[in-house]
């Protein structure tokens, strides 16, 4: 069973950068696309990214284009992803998920991590 490990999350400035990974392990990432969804408390989650396996191609919350990117190095079974130009509303837990990816940086989602702690202030 694919298992997904988030890290590096941790607290920045505004303005500031982070860099998540998420590593699989107990099996290949193979086909699976790879999203990141986050979740504040009290509010509904939403999709933040998702990059197909097949031609590395990415989609973007509308919130995050311009300052997010995700990436896949599938010979290390890890996706990234690499937080610029963070602002407070950034601040939520970043779960990463195996499936597919759907409409507007959404999931059909087989595998989801733990979570890590993004958090944003000044």
């Known amino acids: 069973q694919l298992q997904l490990v988030e890290s590096g999350g941790g607290l920045a400035q505004p303005g500031g950068s982070l860099r998540p990974s998420c590593a699989a392990s107990?099996?290949?990432?193979?086909?699976?696309?790879i999203g990141w969804t986050r979740q504040a408390p009290g509010k509904e989650g939403e999709g933040v990214s998702c990059?197909?396996?097949?031609?590395?191609?990415?989609d973007y919350a509308d919130s995050v284009k311009d300052r997010f990117t995700i990436s896949r190095d599938n010979a290390k079974n890890t996706a990234y992803l690499q937080m610029n130009s963070l602002k407070p509303e950034d601040t939520a837990v970043y779960y990463c998920a195996a499936g597919l990816c759907s409409e507007a940086a959404g999931m059909a989602v087989r595998y989801w991590g733990q979570g890590t702690q993004v958090t944003v202030s000044s």
């Open positions: 107990g099996s290949s990432l193979g086909n699976d696309a």
């Open positions: 990059i197909i396996s097949v031609d590395g191609s990415a």
